[in-house]
């Protein structure tokens, strides 16, 4: 039985199993050290295409992946400070979070990021909640493809809800930001602020009372880090005050020091 296997057995067995599963790399040789059998799990589930797996792979997999939440600790928002009128800041890695939904930044074709070991949240959210969500997100995208047409992709600010499955989290919102190809326009900012609105929106639709939003396209998607905080503090405090009573708490989740210290600034 799962529960009755020590993690180190779970993850030697997770990688034989979609080793396995892989038609490139059922004959890669196994590392010896967790550290290493962990990024070879991680990468093969980052380049897997959706699609079915065997059953016991996916327990095994789920049990493997909630004792890693465990591992590294979990955050409630009733454990974060609230600064100002329900809204909180947390610097960390956002798959921790118990928040009722946390915000993946996608991309427009809404399938979690493909490239092995990548350190952007949408690689990240998939990694820890399983090849579940990537398979359900295809799921999502087929049947909007047959609505509007084989070349259809999520459109910016427009977002998609799912289980978040094994992450803390109940729900992931993913949503795709807009790109700063050159200069900074009102319309990319309108962009950005209908992302934080349009989320909100979808959360209180479907009673979700506490949501973690990531700095949505302040990475590749180029949007200068300082205004996208001010919109986002602005916009959020703004729907709070239209909305009264249909959130609890609005988390702002930030990797580094200097956004932390950019939202403790706009929030105090």
Not at 57 to 66: G, I, K, P
Request: charged residues 25%; proline residues 4%; glycine residues 6%.
């Amino acid at each position: 039985m799962n529960e009755n296997k020590t993690q180190e057995q779970r993850l030697y067995e997770l990688v034989e199993a979609f080793k396995a599963d892989s038609v490139d790399y059922r004959d890669l040789e196994t590392p010896r050290d967790t550290e290493g059998r962990r990024r070879i799990l991680r990468s093969l589930m980052n380049i897997r295409m959706p699609g079915d797996m065997a059953a016991e792979t996916l327990r095994l997999q789920d049990a493997y992946l909630q004792a890693r939440a465990e591992e590294k600790g979990i955050v409630r928002p009733e454990e974060i400070p609230a600064l100002r009128g329900g809204m909180s800041v947390w610097q960390g890695d956002i798959t921790r979070l118990a928040a009722d939904a946390i915000v993946n930044a996608a991309n427009s074709q809404m399938l979690g990021c493909f490239v092995p070991m990548h350190s952007c949240i949408d690689n990240c959210i998939h990694s820890f909640a399983g090849v579940q969500l990537r398979a359900e997100c295809d799921k999502k995208m087929r049947a909007l493809r047959i609505r509007y047409g084989r070349d259809y992709e999520q459109p910016t600010a427009v977002p998609m809800l799912t289980e978040a499955y094994n992450l803390p989290a109940k729900k992931v919102v993913h949503i795709v930001g807009p790109i700063v190809q050159d200069a900074l326009t009102p319309a990319l900012e309108r962009e950005l602020a209908d992302c934080y609105t349009n989320t909100l929106a979808l959360c209180a639709a479907n009673g979700l009372r506490s949501v973690a939003f990531c700095c949505i396209s302040t990475g590749v998607f180029r949007f200068p880090k300082q205004r996208a905080a001010e919109i986002a503090v602005q916009t959020v405090e703004g729907w709070l005050a239209a909305h009264p009573g249909a959130m609890d708490r609005v988390i702002f989740n930030v990797f580094n020091d200097r956004d932390r210290e950019r939202y403790e600034h706009l929030l105090t």
